[in-house]
């Protein structure tokens, strides 16, 4: 062979290798689309699909791992595509993805209505989590309180803002939470004193209501309050980086209190990351803000009664256990249905509300205005 | 044939780098009207009036003076010390001096945190040794000249050594028989000959600081924050990429200062071998 004809064969071959691979979803195969992080898809390929394929003999799971910038979003639009022309669209079920989302899917009729599709668990899901019948709130986190029981007893611990608050003041330096952009504790401890400025009502922020202007004069409210405990913050209001170097803080006796990711910080405590005298509380008057994953299952899906047989696995009491127990998440069925140690070890966190804050506009003032209001604004010498 | 080879280069860089700039520089002498977008120098002045960006770029500058004099006053010795010494124990702290090299800057970050945080190493020794406890630098502008000393140190102690290669031992034998002290060897024999050397470590430091972004976001204050963290910020969570192009090109101005200095020092010594 010449170098002429190896230089040939060689770019038909790797041609051949760029070529789609044509990809047919099989009979009882469920192809089930994952974007969250390497917890997320080991939870699935670890826990769920060796005992979903257990009990339902002849039908297998297969995780399609899809991270990256744009995730899931292509396989949606995918979907949306094979169901105008009644395709395969090569996928069962996504793991986490928002019917509302993907601009017409509802109206199309893309998605599967969980309330009328006859799962038997349905009517076990937690009221709090369900926002739309089209998608499946099978686990959850919320941010909390973390904090450590040696210096606060259990007993003693603030379970409102204005007891946090006054707490705060009575043991300066011992509660630090980190920059809003930074990550999500800190991000909705800030959110929390925004609600609890402007009557601790979530409903009057929503996704298209921000107003330059209007809206920087209800943020600023809150950004007040912020102000008002900054110098009893640790280190007279210095803010950390992160979710995790918060709760390196915390688990270095830096300081007592912190706000937590339930999952990070559930995942830290049975990772001995933080000692097994670290409290969680959740502020009973307005809980911080969390939310809810939801699977959805587009209704063109070849394997469409497995998948849904699928979906109705997942909320069994067995699985959201696991969801509690290996991966710090929160059920998406009400806690009563999981096992009685699970429900006295957590009392003090599970949720009696999830409020949400908008992102978008809102998450842009936020971010400017904290930086702005409340970081400098302190005499730290 | 020459030409052709560098064309591919040239051409991607043209293509990916320049051109992307010229745009961006664009943008920041725009602003949008109701009828279309028109000249103006609307967001360098909001930049100059605005007090909380000038405070970053002021504690960027100083993060960069202080590390800068700190990182050579560390590595001179050091330097000295293995151009003028042999056997193991120079080999050995030549290659702890280099170790930062291969370490990446997360890591360092959160092992820091762990030392010199709060009741981290630096209390827990100086608790055994009976000492007060002191205030951390984690948070505060000294956290990242911390790190940013340690993470610059290798690159430096390597240019500065390589100059100290020029100093033929000869010449400081003979300043030795002469009488002359270590003091008057160091400033009449051995600095201006790696002045140049100097200069070089001294603009590769202003120009990495300048853009530093791992070390002072993870262990700096949340305000007054460095260019870095504050560019990112204003671009991605602000949500006003105009503003921090203007930013970039302004922290931009800053290190072309330096680059200037390292072009001509470099022009210059290869001048005088020419």
Same mark, same amino acid.
């Given at each position: 062979m010449n170098r002429r004809e190896l230089l040939l064969t060689g770019t038909a071959l790797a041609s051949a290798t760029l070529l789609p691979r044509a990809v047919f979803a099989e009979a009882n195969r469920l192809d089930v689309y994952i974007n969250g992080d390497a917890n997320i898809s080991d939870f699935w390929s670890n826990v769920i699909k060796p005992a979903f394929e257990k009990a339902n003999s002849g039908i297998t799971v297969n995780v399609v791992i899809a991270r990256g910038d744009n995730g899931t979003t292509p396989i949606v639009a995918r979907a949306m595509a094979a169901l105008k022309t009644k395709q395969d669209p090569q996928v069962d079920v996504f793991e986490e993805n928002d019917p509302l989302e993907a601009k017409g899917g509802i109206a199309a009729g893309l998605w599967a209505d969980f309330s009328k599709a006859g799962l038997a668990n349905y009517s076990k899901i937690n009221p709090l989590a369900i926002q739309t019948p089209y998608g499946l709130p099978y686990r959850g986190s919320q941010v909390l309180l973390a904090y450590d029981t040696t210096k606060l007893p259990k007993d003693k611990v603030p379970k409102t803002w204005p007891d946090l608050v006054a707490w705060i003041k009575a043991n300066p330096g011992q509660f630090i939470y980190n920059r !809003?952009?930074? @990550?999500g504790s800190g991000g909705n401890f800030v959110r929390r004193a925004i609600h609890e400025a402007n @009557?601790?009502? !979530?409903?009057?922020?929503?996704?298209?209501?921000y107003v330059k202007g209007d809206s920087d004069a209800l943020l600023a409210k809150g950004f007040a309050l912020l102000q008002d405990i900054a110098p009893s913050l640790y280190d007279q209001g210095a803010y950390t980086a992160g979710n995790t170097a918060s709760l390196q803080l915390l688990a270095q006796g830096a300081v007592t209190m912190i706000p937590a990711w339930s999952d990070q910080a559930l995942q830290s405590i049975s990772q001995g990351v933080l000692p097994d005298t670290t409290g969680l509380v959740q502020l009973t008057d307005l809980a911080l803000c969390g939310g809810f994953s939801t699977s959805t299952i587009p209704t063109d899906a070849a394997n469409y009664a497995q998948a849904l047989k699928l979906a109705d696995f997942i909320l069994t009491p067995e699985i959201q256990a696991q969801i509690v127990g290996d991966l710090g998440g929160f059920p998406g069925i009400k806690w009563e249905f999981l096992p009685e140690d699970l429900q006295k070890k957590y009392a003090d966190v599970v949720p009696k509300s999830i409020p949400t804050f908008p992102g978008g506009d809102w998450a842009s003032a936020i971010s400017d205005g904290w930086y702005r209001i409340v970081a400098p604004n302190v005499s730290r010498s | 044939m020459g030409l052709l080879l560098v064309a591919v280069p040239v051409l991607l860089v043209l293509w990916l780098i320049v051109w992307p700039i010229v745009v961006a520089v664009f943008t920041t002498f725009q602003v949008d009207t109701p009828k279309g977008p028109a000249w103006s120098l609307e967001s360098y002045s909001f930049f100059f009036t605005d007090g909380f960006s000038l405070g970053n770029l002021w504690v960027t500058i100083w993060t960069t003076a202080v590390t800068t004099v700190i990182v050579i006053a560390v590595a001179l010795p050091i330097a000295l010390y293995l151009r003028f010494s042999n056997g193991k124990l120079a080999a050995y702290i030549q290659s702890i001096a280099l170790f930062p090299l291969f370490v990446p800057s997360i890591l360092l970050a959160f092992a820091l945190i762990r030392t010199?945080?709060? =009741?981290g190493m630096l209390d827990t020794l100086l608790n055994a040794a009976h000492l007060p406890k002191i205030r951390s630098p984690y948070l505060t502008p000294w956290g990242p000249v911390i790190g940013l000393t340690w993470d610059n140190l290798p690159l430096t102690l390597l240019i500065v050594l390589s100059g100290l290669a020029n100093v033929s031992t000869a010449s400081v034998e003979a300043a030795r028989d002469v009488g002359a002290g270590s003091l008057s060897i160091l400033w009449h024999i051995i600095l201006p000959r790696i002045a140049n050397s100097l200069l070089v470590a001294a603009s590769f430091i202003v120009l990495g600081l300048f853009s530093a972004f791992t070390l002072p976001y993870l262990l700096g204050p949340a305000a007054p924050e460095m260019m870095g963290p504050f560019m990112q910020r204003t671009f991605i969570?602000? =949500?006003n990429p105009t503003e921090a192009t203007t930013q970039a090109m302004i922290t931009f101005l800053f290190c072309a200062v330096f680059a200037v200095f390292y072009v001509r020092s470099v022009a210059s010594s290869q001048r005088r071998r020419g």
């Open positions: !809003p952009d930074k @990550g @009557g601790r009502d !979530p409903s009057k922020f929503t996704v298209d209501n | 010199i945080g709060p =009741n969570d602000v =949500n």
